[in-house]
């Protein structure tokens, strides 16, 4: 009797710690916003794009699911199908950025992984498109699907990058050809300064850049500084 006694009492303990814990959830906030508290303007320094795109890569990769996951994980020894980066908002289109973009995160994957490389020109259609009901499978075109049967890959290199204010933000995700199911995935940030502003605008030599060459940041030194502040107009 005596110890049925101390295990119902026992239980009561247990029970009320629950509800406890359950209650302080419930009332726990569920705002998942946070606050960036950095000011929003443009750099006078660009990215190193290259060790970016290798960083990103390797934090991808690392993550990516294994072979503990079955048909359905990333299988480094097959090769990638890889496109360059695309605008977010029109997957037809892109800019040196995109096209520079694309080359960074191929040379990053070949560089860190023993994948060989299967590069093509994706276009409208062949990006991959987001089904509603299952957030995170994807859908990849005929097209794709057949050359990655034709040359057994297993999985596909999708980027894109999107341009905010002061910054662009680029996804990339490789996506099992077999399941259409993303491996890995990645995100970064890439602040606008004079060169990624020029490669986003699709300038190509110095004199079609003349004003943002000149530009220096407030309080340098230099007597070579343009007086027009930034942003620089897209003439």
Known sequence: MITNFMMTKKNVFLLSILVVVASVGACAPRNSLVIDNSITS????????????????????????????????????RPVIVAVTVNLNDFNQTTHFGRLMGQSLKIALQEQGD???????????DIPILQGNNAGEFLLSRNILAIASRFNAGAALVSTYSVALNKVYVWFE??????????????????????????????????????????????????????????????
């Open 115 to 125: 994948n060989k490389i299967i590069e093509v020109d994706l276009r409208q259609g």
């Open 42 to 77: 443009l750099s006078a320094y660009d990215a190193d794009y290259n060790a970016t795109a290798y960083n990103a890569m390797k934090y991808a990769l690392e993550n990516a699911r294994g072979p503990i996951f079955g048909d359905d994980a990333f299988d480094s020894t």
């Open 174 to 235: 490789l996506i099992n050809v077999d399941q259409n199911v993303i491996v890995a995935a990645h995100q970064f940030e890439i602040p606008i300064g004079p060169r990624t502003w020029a490669l986003l605008k699709n300038k190509e030599f110095p004199t079609d850049a003349e004003e943002i060459l000149r530009y220096s940041p407030p309080g340098a030194a230099s007597v070579n500084s343009h007086s027009k502040p930034w942003p620089f107009s897209d003439s």
